[in-house]
């Protein structure tokens, strides 16, 4: 979504606030926080002056902004390349450098001063433009050298396509037809998951008010960047991710079943462990494989799944992928990006 955002510069945040909106809750503006294509240390208050006079740019000249030139014309420009190439080497660099209470809820304050109706028509937008994209493969946004400004050239890389599988549809309705009711607890931001779990065309058909997001605090009817943890009662919502996911689920969720937790959990990363391991109800857990680094919590379930391999009622177990064509497989293996290989978790 961010870069589908970039790519149609569907932004409405004036030039003059947005320092501000990408320094929210960023513990140090001048820590390192990786480094240029030339070896140099990079902060992201680099980052931030060069991103504010690009967009002060784009924003002057973009039709779709408070400009005359088309969008065709403006990606041509050095000052949109860069502007890509830094925002979403930015958004990588924070994730890698700060804690996820940082970096989670970070990519959605630039959504600030939009209404909740327009994120969700951008994210519907997206999902449907990945969703048809044709490939899975990585692709990388270099920032032009004529545009070093105080950061230096970036190069920044992302995955492309997703896939709204038929057995995830299937798993959706088959519950549901079951009177298991589903919910979905998403570090993404609300509106974000809204457009895809509930709209019709993708088929899963999630009741909104089974969904539970990233929220933030809104001013005359827009976003502003400041998370919402009063959303639903004063204090008792969290950032839905790692221990804030099993928190709304408590707050939320259990009592509407007598305080029943959730019977069958399904994650695929370190913010799902929480909500996979807290509740004595849960039955089954199973963790869509992604073949995690060592160093995160999710790991050591997938070890316990794998271990599991062959008997009966296991805790946990790992749903295989193919990351080549975005499919699931049958099988707790899976292949990465760029090889045919079937791997199970690392070592």
């Not at 320094?23 to 240029?36: C, E, F, R």
């Not at 899963?204 to 539970?212: A, K, R, T």
């Not at 073949?291 to 599991?308: F, G």
Request: net charge negative.
């Amino acid at each position: 979504l961010l870069v589908y955002q970039i790519e149609n510069l569907v932004f409405k945040i004036e030039p003059n606030e947005l320092y501000d909106v990408l320094d929210t809750q960023i513990p140090d503006m001048n820590q390192a926080v990786g480094k240029n294509d030339a070896g140099r240390d990079v902060t992201c208050d680099q980052l931030a002056k060069d991103l504010v006079n690009d967009y002060t740019w784009l924003y002057r000249n973009y039709k779709g902004l408070a400009g005359t030139k088309d969008l065709d014309t403006i990606h041509e420009s050095n000052q949109y390349k860069d502007f890509a190439a830094k925002l979403r080497y930015m958004y990588t660099a924070i994730g890698d450098t700060f804690d996820a209470s940082v970096s989670y809820p970070w990519v959605t304050y630039l959504f600030a001063g939009m209404t909740p109706a327009e994120v969700r028509d951008l994210a519907g937008k997206s999902h449907r433009y990945w969703s048809n994209y044709g490939k899975f493969t990585e692709e990388t946004w270099t920032s032009p050298a004529a545009s070093a400004g105080n950061a230096g050239v970036i190069s920044a890389s992302y995955l492309t396509g997703i896939t709204f599988t038929d057995e995830v549809v299937d798993l959706y309705q088959t519950l549901m037809a079951n009177n298991i009711d589903v919910y979905i607890c998403s570090a993404s931001f609300i509106d974000v998951i809204l457009a895809a779990a509930c709209d019709k065309e993708f088929g899963l058909n999630v009741p909104e008010d089974h969904v539970y997001a990233m929220q933030l605090k809104m001013k005359d009817g827009k976003y502003i960047a400041d998370y919402n943890y009063d959303y639903g009662g004063e204090g008792k919502y969290a950032q839905t991710q790692a221990a804030g996911k099993s928190t709304v689920i408590k707050n939320f969720i259990q009592p509407k079943y007598n305080g029943a937790g959730p019977l069958m959990v399904f994650g695929d990363s370190a913010g799902d462990y929480n909500m996979m391991t807290d509740f004595a109800d849960t039955k089954l857990g199973v963790i869509f494989n992604r073949y995690r680094k060592t160093s995160d919590p999710i790991q050591a379930l997938s070890v316990e799944a794998a271990n599991s391999i062959g008997q009966a009622n296991p805790r946990y177990v790992l749903q295989g992928r193919d990351n080549n064509i975005g499919q699931l497989i049958p099988t707790q293996y899976s292949r990465m990006l760029g090889s045919n290989e079937l791997v199970l978790v690392r070592k």
